[in-house]
């Protein structure tokens, strides 16, 4: 099949959490099965534009309201993704170091859809089926169905995922002069409670609609910032189809951002390596079990409770544990982290920033993991630890639901119910007891590292349901 993507992140071009993962490995696997897999997003002045060299492979104009954009389509002039990576040049609108948070993003994002549809017209073969990613690529279902320009792609199947449904991307009436001409008739198709909202056109337009979770779709059908109506409404066309991980990239044999590689029958002598090396960077003790956390520093992740609970856990049981934070977000919740480093040194430390690299190092070093999550989506973070050896903390949401199991209940991961600092640290608690039973402890991990979280069995789900959607 002729698949397209349409995305605005995609690993390794530009990364901000777990959507840019999922579009930089769903294509590699689909074109391993023998499909033509290309992904379409915005070409930002970031570290890879600055780092690869490209060429130009269309020019065009991209109409928002009474604005003309001229944009490129380029191509990195090496690539060895294992797929077709396309990246939308739009002077003016996305020449900037960041991937969101400006004033102006929904101009952005939709002249961004405007370029592709444009682009996406003048190519010669029409796709099987465009797959968009999240509200910055909504509005693409409904133009490829409804508006005049694009007649072309009418049918077309659109497949649309939510990977997360808090962001909506909502703006008013005022602004629908940025959408390309379409019948009044069909207002309705972009609106939700009296705003133009992608997110709810995506929904309502796109062939079918999936979820990066089953259990996620069950809980957004119930509390979805206000959207569960629609979701219900929908639910015959959804289905949660869980993600999967790179298991290239995220592969502690062959990482190579780790300080030693290993698999199951080293992972004693590789984790440590890696636990040592950490604790050296942070002044932690390695002796003690290292509880992690790695994410964005926001609400939706349970990260405002994280300054709470280390200092519960710390000031009750000192010199039990040691505690290393990884992220960024909420600026109160950064100054808090930071604050606590001075009581705890030794014990605590907190990386404020997005590295990588740190990041895989963490998963491989680390003894536990923590997800608090308020919402998950799907969760990546609980599948590269699972695969690195690292035993998952989680409050049973989402996708966190659908991959870990409690230890109690024949299963390899640590759960608790509410997002709370309570049952956080009740959570911990039982942990540190795991840690302590080293028969059990070595037994889990080896249990957790050999389960198959690969993409195979998802990209052959999406194949199929690209295959159903065949007129
Ligand atoms: P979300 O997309 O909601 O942020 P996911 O669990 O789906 O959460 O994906 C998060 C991804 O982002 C993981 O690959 C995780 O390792 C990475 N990540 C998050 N914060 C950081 C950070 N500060 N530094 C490095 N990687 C990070």
């Known amino acids: 099949m002729d698949i397209i993507h349409i995305s605005a992140e995609c690993y390794p071009a530009a990364k901000v959490g777990g959507l840019a993962d999922v579009v930089g490995a769903l294509p590699k696997y689909q074109a391993l099965m023998g499909h033509s897999a290309t992904v379409l997003m915005p070409f930002y002045h970031g570290k890879f534009s600055r780092e690869n060299e490209f060429s130009t492979f269309f020019s065009g104009f991209a109409r928002l309201g009474h604005t003309n954009f001229a944009f490129n389509v380029l191509k990195p ?3 060895t993704l294992g797929y077709e990576l396309l990246l939308i040049d739009i002077p003016g609108l996305f020449d900037r170091d960041n991937v969101y948070s400006y004033h102006d993003d929904s101009e952005r994002f939709i002249t961004f859809q405007i370029a592709a549809l444009n682009w996406l017209r003048e190519r010669e073969k029409t796709p099987d089926v465009v797959h968009c990613h999240d509200q910055h690529t909504g509005f693409i279902p409904f133009m490829m169905s409804k508006v005049r320009e694009y007649q072309r792609f009418e049918n ?11 962001y909506q991307g909502q703006f008013g009436f005022d602004r629908l002069y940025y959408l390309p001409p379409f019948h009044s008739y069909f207002n309705g198709l972009v ?4 705003l133009i909202n992608p997110l709810a056109s995506a929904i309502k337009c796109a062939w079918r609609v999936t979820t990066v979770s089953p259990s996620y779709l069950d809980e957004i059908s119930y ?4 959207m569960e109506e629609l979701l219900r409404t929908e639910r015959g066309k959804s289905l949660g189809i869980l993600n999967g991980i790179d298991a290239d990239v995220w592969n502690p044999e062959t990482d190579p951002m780790l300080e030693k590689n290993f698999d199951v029958k080293t992972a004693d002598e590789g984790k440590k390596a890696n636990k040592d090396l950490l604790c050296s960077q942070f002044g932690l003790d390695p002796s003690k079990p290292l509880f992690t956390f790695i994410g964005r520093l926001v609400g939706e992740k349970g990260a405002d409770i994280l300054p709470d609970i280390i200092y519960d856990v710390l000031h009750y049981s ?4 040691n505690i290393l934070i990884l992220g960024s977000g909420e600026k109160h919740v950064e100054h808090a982290l930071l604050q606590l480093e001075d009581q705890f040194k030794g014990n605590y430390c907190s990386y404020i ?14 003894d536990f993991l923590l997800m608090p999550s308020r919402v998950e989506p799907c969760g990546l973070n609980q599948m590269y630890a699972l695969r690195y050896g690292t035993v998952p903390i989680v409050r049973r949401t989402g996708g966190l639901r659908d991959t ?5 209940d024949n299963g390899f991961g640590v ?7 309570s049952d956080v640290t009740h959570a911990i608690h039982r942990a540190k007891l795991l840690y302590q039973n080293k028969r059990t402890f070595k037994k889990v991990r080896k249990q957790i590292m050999e389960i198959d979280h690969s993409w195979n069995k998802a990209a052959l789900e999406y194949i199929e349901l690209y295959q159903s959607l065949k007129l």
């Open 77 to 79: 002039k090496t690539n």
């Open 156 to 166: 077309v199947p659109t497949v649309f995922t939510i990977h997360n449904g808090q």
């Open 191 to 194: 609106e939700w409670h009296n």
């Open 223 to 226: 509390s979805m910032n206000g």
């Open 318 to 321: 000192p010199g039990e544990q």
């Open 353 to 366: 920033g997005y590295n990588e690299r740190l990041s895989h190092l963490i998963y491989a070093g680390a």
């Open 404 to 408: 870990v199991t409690d230890i109690g």
């Open 415 to 421: 759960c608790h119910d509410q997002c709370t600092k």
